[in-house]
């Protein structure tokens, strides 16, 4: 695990995205994986520049999604789905049919598991997956104490969690307490990795993944084992280092 210390969030983003570009240009059939809340919008963001600038084209990417929540419909604008589309498919030439992301609508939630882990299979694997960490340590929504070989499946949301996250809804009793989830073996398959990580809340976090052991009270630590991650952390996140 490579740890790469950056100034500051727009650095990170651009950083980060130079990263995906080449990956998009040195893939004949580019699959990414990607990520939802506040830390991914800037690469977002610079991807649409850079698909403006003609600099790159979507259109033999393939995505996938880490996750969504359970009840909400793609039109709702906190759903996962409706800010991928919001934050960046709907501003570039990506086919909409090489888009996935797990349907948090579907009427078996076991099946929709089932068949998102068929999909990364069929189409993987992930040449570059992007992640972001939750304050209390979770990758994706696997919470803490969720196993380091769990695949794509059901969870129930942490209070924590449902608390951070209740920003992005008008209030709390809104957050959905259950998610599916890609898992963290699943992730792990991944050729390449690249955690995003930024702010002052996600230094203890950090501290536990860089100086710490690799437990699954804190899921990102299973980063540590990965052969190719990089974790980018800004001086806020950085704080509590030794
Ligand atoms: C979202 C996801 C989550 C977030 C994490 C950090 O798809 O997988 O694990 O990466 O909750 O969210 P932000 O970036 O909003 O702090």
């Known amino acids: 695990m490579r740890v790469l210390k950056i100034n500051s969030y727009q650095e990170m983003s651009e950083w980060v995205c130079k990263r995906v570009i080449d990956t998009i240009k040195s893939c004949e059939n580019p699959v990414l994986g990607l990520a939802t809340g506040s830390t991914p919008k800037g690469l977002y963001q610079c991807l649409i520049e850079a698909y403006n600038r003609k600099e790159i084209s979507f259109k033999n990417v393939t995505t996938f999604n880490l996750d969504e929540y359970i009840g909400l419909d793609p039109k709702n604008p906190s759903s996962y789905n409706y800010f991928m589309q919001d934050r960046l498919f709907n501003h570039v030439d990506i086919d909409p049919k090489r ?144």
Do not use: W, Y
Request: net charge negative; glycine share 6%; aromatic share 4%.
């Open 99 to 242: 888009v996935f992301l797990p349907n948090g609508m579907a009427t078996d939630i076991e099946k929709e598991c089932d068949d998102f882990e068929a999909l990364i299979k069929k189409h993987g694997p992930i040449d570059l997956q992007i992640l972001g960490v939750g304050v209390n340590g979770h990758i994706a929504f696997n919470e803490p104490g969720t196993s380091f070989t769990s695949r794509t499946q059901r969870t129930q949301l942490t209070a924590n969690t449902i608390e951070v996250n209740s920003r992005f809804f008008e209030n709390k009793d809104e957050v959905p307490t259950e998610a599916i989830t890609m898992g963290i073996g699943t992730i792990m398959e991944s050729k390449e990795i690249i955690l995003l990580i930024s702010g002052q809340n996600k230094a203890q976090a950090v501290k536990h993944l860089v100086e710490g052991e690799a437990t699954e009270d804190c899921p990102v630590t299973v980063i540590q084992k990965h052969p190719n991650a990089t974790v980018v952390i800004d001086e806020e996140a950085a704080s509590l280092l030794s």
